[in-house]
């Protein structure tokens, strides 16, 4: 390869689908509200947004439908940066969507994703992503849940990662009204975090999942074969690697909303670590990133001036 070739070549693919999202405009329950918002989300693609906002070379693939949701969704996240040459239309499926319903217990989200383009997604998708020269594949524990064919996609993906020496992230993002039950989820999701070179993690979803209440204890579990990092809401972050254990507090603010701020989070850490930090400099970037999206009603808010703000 070239060197223009290579530096063409994404330095990031994320994985997985992207829904159209619906929100109250003026922040009522939905069954009240007399207006809404139509924004796009999904877990993989705002990872990639903010790598491209943080000046990585970024791109997301995924299956959309021939449909205006499919062409915003695609359109959108090309506008950030991203490179969506893998983001395949499908004509004989529709795009996913998913609404967000606020209340005083925090906001709660309806998924209508059955039978989505992106849920048909298989093998022969992860065939088609070209892995030649990038140095992180990102994949979340969504997609497996989605189908069978999802999960071998991931699989599949995490071996030809493996052959190409393409370091693997894994965001365990668990969504127990995707699996059909909690113990396969567990099953499924410990696999996939021992294939990863990268673990990201909720202490909460470690709790759920596998009865580990501390980030030790999760360590201990999982006994991943390269990093572990364990998000423990407002009180912190701990990263595990190469033998160390590192422990960031998270800075205290008003929390608006809580949805999107994980994959915030993983972006500022994956970040800190494709440019060599250490890791409390890409702890610390990790919750620079969560806290802006905490303090929004948006899952992905743009991180231009997130180096030069102070924030």
């Known amino acids: 390869m070239d060197t223009q070739a290579a530096q063409a070549r994404p330095e990031v693919i994320c ?3 992207t829904m159209a999202q619906v929100t109250p405009a003026d922040g009522e329950r939905l069954e009240h509200s007399r207006a809404v918002r139509l924004a796009v989300a999904g877990a993989e693609s705002t990872v990639a947004q903010h790598l491209a906002d943080l000046g990585h070379r970024t791109a997301w693939a995924s299956r959309v439908g021939d449909d205006p949701f499919g062409r915003r969704i695609t359109a959108a996240v090309a506008a950030r940066g991203v490179d969506v040459t893998g983001a395949v239309t499908d004509p004989d499926a529709p795009t996913g969507v ?3 319903d606020p209340g005083p217990d925090g906001t709660r ?4 994703r059955a039978g989505s383009a992106a849920s048909r997604m298989g093998p022969a998708d992860a065939d088609r992503i070209d892995l030649t020269g990038v140095r ?3 994949l979340s524990g969504i997609t497996p849940a989605l189908s069978a064919g999802c999960a ?4 599949h993906l995490m071996e030809r990662a493996a052959a190409t020496g393409t370091l693997v992230s894994f965001d365990v993002n668990y969504r127990p009204s995707l699996w059909s039950s909690g113990t396969e989820a567990a099953g499924a999701l410990r696999d996939l975090a021992a294939r990863a070179d990268i673990v990201l993690v909720g202490r909460d979803e470690g709790e759920s999942l596998w009865g580990a209440a501390t980030a030790d204890e999760l360590h201990a579990f999982l006994a991943p074969r390269g990093t572990l990092v364990v998000k423990d809401g ?3 972050v701990t990263e595990f690697a190469d033998g160390t254990r590192e422990f960031v507090p998270a800075p205290a603010m008003e929390v608006v909303e809580a949805v999107g701020a994980g994959d915030a989070f993983a972006a500022g850490w994956l970040s800190g670590l494709l440019r060599g930090a250490p890791a409390a400099e890409r702890l610390a970037l990790g919750h620079r990133l969560a806290g802006r999206t905490l303090r929004s009603i948006e899952d992905y808010v743009p991180a231009d001036s997130l180096c030069t703000e102070g924030n």
């Open 109 to 112: 989200v309806h998924y209508y």
């Open 234 to 236: 407002a009180v912190g």
């Open 15 to 17: 994985v997985g689908e």
């Open 152 to 155: 071998q996609l991931v699989r």
């Open 98 to 100: 998913y609404f967000k």
């Open 136 to 138: 992180l594949l990102h």
